[in-house]
């Protein structure tokens, strides 16, 4: 009997200690926004979030007025941002034989996070972000 008190007790401290505690919860941010390319809206490419020091990354593509909106919640917090030409599935080239890859519409620089120079500061709740890219 005293074994089983004895167990229950530990195990209630455990709930206690790890299971009440002030926690940690994750801030969530959505976001939406423009990219635009010498002050025209970049109308193909992917928007590519990632979560500095966390290793989570999200992405958005570009609609036909430059626009991208984040397709699920994130967590809040400083992000290294890149914008990436649109590259189709081979699905996609296989069943349009006239898509085109073009690498070359967005300059180089914004393609790679460590050179892209682009970051954002998504807080908590909703987010809108421009991103002015210069050649």
């Known amino acids: 009997m005293i074994r089983y008190f004895v167990t229950g007790l530990s195990f209630a401290v455990l709930i206690l200690l790890f299971g009440c505690g002030q ?3 994750t801030e969530v941010a959505s976001c ?8 025209e809206p970049l109308t193909h490419g ?4 990632f979560l500095t020091g966390k290793g989570e990354g999200i992405s958005a593509p570009l609609d036909a007025k430059g626009e991208y ?3 699920a919640k994130v967590s809040a917090g400083e992000y290294q941002v890149a914008i990436v030409p649109y590259v189709p599935s081979p699905l996609e080239l296989e069943q349009n034989s006239d898509l085109k890859v073009d690498l070359t519409t967005i ?3 914004y393609q790679n996070f460590q050179t892209s120079g682009l970051q954002a500061q998504l807080k908590s709740g909703k987010n809108e972000l421009t991103f002015e890219l210069v050649p």
């Open 23 to 25: 926690g940690t919860a």
């Open 32 to 39: 939406s926004g423009k990219v635009t390319l010498n002050g």
């Open 46 to 49: 992917t928007v590519t979030f």
């Open 69 to 71: 909106t984040l397709p």
């Open 107 to 109: 300059p180089k620089k």
